[in-house]
């Protein structure tokens, strides 16, 4: 079955330093969604993706699809502790109504 | 406008006890999903329900777990006989179609 991965797991900045987490799907996707969920939080929309090569930006993020529609990319520039939290990518399963999210990358952002 | 509903946020069973979530979505939204997500893991899809249908339920275990969203009421995701196994946060999501999903506060059970 279809498959999103991301990578890295995990990664440990510095506030102000640049933060990029990448998502690969197994097969071509018709979306892209990405959501961010705080420590004993929930998880939380940022953004949704559609078209081949589409970049679209939410003042320091930055969302990517590839040309090929099978991957992804979340970068942050200058973090700042507020960003700090886990971040999904998520594509819509092979029934076309759930959610396929990847294990997520974790980020800690340390002042 | 109130965001999606559960509860209870914490609940904490004994084996073999039951356990009910309750879920309800966004007002307008007639998509709910359920998801479990495990310690550092992402969120597994489990059910798809809209008013008085179930969907999808290929993500759910064929035995102990079953979901329901009445005409009337708030959706609900039914454990019977819990297992240490089945602790994780359950999170239920809504969506006006199937488009972006808004997530509840989620429940954490916890079994003994």
């Known amino acids: 079955g279809q498959q999103v991965m991301q990578i890295p797991q995990y990664q440990h900045v510095q506030e102000g330093e640049d933060f990029t987490t990448y998502c690969n799907s197994s097969t071509t996707l018709s979306n892209i969604q990405w959501y961010k969920q705080r420590p004993g939080g929930h998880p939380v929309f940022l953004i949704q993706l559609v078209k081949s090569g589409e970049v679209k930006k939410q003042k320091r993020l930055t969302f990517q699809f590839g040309e090929a529609k099978k991957n992804s990319s979340l970068h942050i520039t200058a973090t700042q502790t507020t960003d700090v939290g886990t971040y999904f990518c998520a594509g819509p399963a092979n029934s076309g109504y759930a959610l396929n999210f990847g294990k997520g990358t974790s980020l800690l952002v340390t002042p | 406008n109130a965001g999606v509903m559960q509860n209870p946020r914490h609940l904490v069973r004994r084996r073999g006890q039951e356990a009910r979530l309750r879920c309800s979505p966004m007002?307008?939204?007639?998509?709910v999903y359920w998801y479990r997500q495990l310690p550092e893991e992402g969120l597994k899809f489990m059910v798809y329900?809209?008013?008085?249908?179930?969907?999808?339920e290929s993500g759910m275990p064929k035995e102990r777990f079953s979901a329901e969203f009445p005409k009337e009421g708030p959706s609900i995701l039914r454990i019977q006989q819990v297992v240490r196994g089945d602790s994780a946060a359950y999170f239920c999501?809504?969506?006006?179609?199937?488009?972006?999903?808004?997530f509840g506060p989620g429940t954490r059970l916890t079994v003994t």
């Open positions: 999501a809504s969506s006006p179609l199937e488009q972006e999903q808004y």
């Open positions: 007002k307008g939204h007639s998509h």
């Open positions: 329900l809209q008013k008085e249908n179930i969907i999808d």
